[in-house]
């Protein structure tokens, strides 16, 4: 599924699912912000504690938008499995903001 995601938020999934903390953050633009369930979040702490600091993994289910928005089951080890949904904003060749939440 992961084919159909455009390109740059392919590379922050396959980043994010290895564990490429480095990789991840290259890809963000240095203005990027995000947003879970709605809230406006400190994007760095959240991904250093929702992703990498709790072994965040994504299994795409679905990807729509022009493969910038995708529901996904989100796994990590603080809040176990879920459904979740994302929508990316891409600039040129880096994630500007995405927001997340429960589908």
């Given at each position: 599924?992961?084919?159909?995601?455009?390109?740059?938020?392919?590379?922050?999934?396959?980043?994010?699912?290895?564990?490429?903390?480095?990789?991840?953050?290259?890809?963000?633009?240095?203005?990027?912000?995000?947003?879970?369930?709605?809230?406006?979040?400190?994007?760095?702490?959240?991904?250093?504690?929702?992703?990498?600091?709790?072994?965040?993994?994504?299994?795409?289910?679905?990807?729509s938008d022009g493969g910038r928005s995708l529901v996904a089951d989100y796994t990590n080890s603080r809040w176990?499995?879920?459904?979740?949904?994302?929508?990316?904003?891409?600039?040129?060749?880096?994630?500007?903001?995405?927001?997340?939440?429960?589908?």
């Open positions: 599924m992961t084919n159909a995601l455009d390109p740059v938020v392919a590379k922050f999934v396959d980043a994010l699912d290895s564990g490429d903390q480095q990789g991840l953050f290259a890809l963000l633009t240095d203005d990027a912000t995000m947003s879970d369930d709605g809230d406006e979040r400190d994007l760095r702490q959240w991904i250093d504690s929702e992703a990498f600091g709790s072994d965040g993994r994504m299994d795409v289910e679905s990807v176990g499995s879920m459904r979740t949904a994302w929508r990316f904003e891409v600039r040129g060749d880096k994630i500007a903001r995405f927001e997340t939440g429960q589908a």
